[in-house]
């Protein structure tokens, strides 16, 4: 039940170079999320959209960037990666509610 | 701003023996709390919900607004409880706020046989 789908699932990438990682669902909702996920912090929200003409920061947004293409459709763009975000990264996508949130299995990205 | 803090990264309990999974609160408003899990290689997916009042696999959580807290209770733990849990906060401000959940740090359960 691949509800919502993350590419690539893992990637080494070298300080300095852009990476994207993809989003898609299938859930039909207009909410869609990145997060990220390291040891000891918990899970911290970096960007969220709550339809396709609206995208807000997180709490961690610095370093990053987003698009939504399609309601379908949310990617996460490290502009020029470092290695202190070497990281598991989860997007996300719920209802209008926020009630339940549906997870990817996360993009493993590591900055060497 | 709404914090939530889960006090233990780490908890180890014996099959069959009670568990209990600490989560504390800030929030100046109403919230709704959530427990989100994470078993090994699986999504995190979500567990319980308070306004849900349910007992999920054998877990219950009961709001305690006095003490802020939202405490994940077990009686009797089983091996295949073993996973990361999260407590979740959603505020019911409105606004951009509606719908965002602030997650604690994140408690890794162990049991043992």
């Known amino acids: 039940d691949a509800d919502v789908t993350q590419t690539p699932r893992n990637r080494i990438t070298k300080t300095g170079k852009r990476i994207m990682l993809e989003c898609s669902q299938t859930?039909?909702?207009?909410?869609m999320y990145w997060y990220r996920q390291d040891p000891g912090l918990g899970l911290r929200l970096i960007y969220y959209s709550f339809d396709v003409k609206d995208i807000n920061k997180g709490e961690i947004s610095d370093g990053y960037s987003v698009s939504r293409q399609a309601q379908a459709k949310f990617s996460l763009s490290l502009e020029s990666a470092i290695p202190n975000q070497t990281a598991l990264y989860f997007c996300a996508t719920s209802d209008i509610s926020g009630n339940t949130i549906y997870f990817g299995e996360g993009s493993w990205l590591t900055v060497v | 701003a709404q914090r939530v803090t889960q006090p233990e990264k780490l908890l180890s309990v014996f099959k069959g023996a009670p568990v209990e999974l600490k989560c504390n609160y800030s929030?100046?408003?109403?919230?709704?709390l959530f427990w989100y899990v994470q078993y090994s290689r699986q999504r995190l997916q979500l567990l319980l919900r308070h306004i849900s009042r349910e007992s999920i696999k054998g877990f219950t959580a009961d709001l305690n607004k006095g003490e802020t807290s939202f405490h994940l209770k077990k009686p009797f733990a089983q091996e295949e409880d073993s996973a990361m849990y999260y407590c979740a906060l959603k505020p019911n401000a409105g606004g951009t706020s509606y719908g965002k959940l602030t997650f604690g740090q994140g408690t890794i359960l162990t049991v043992h046989p």
């Open positions: 929030y100046s408003g109403s919230p709704e």
């Open positions: 859930k039909g909702h207009d909410r």
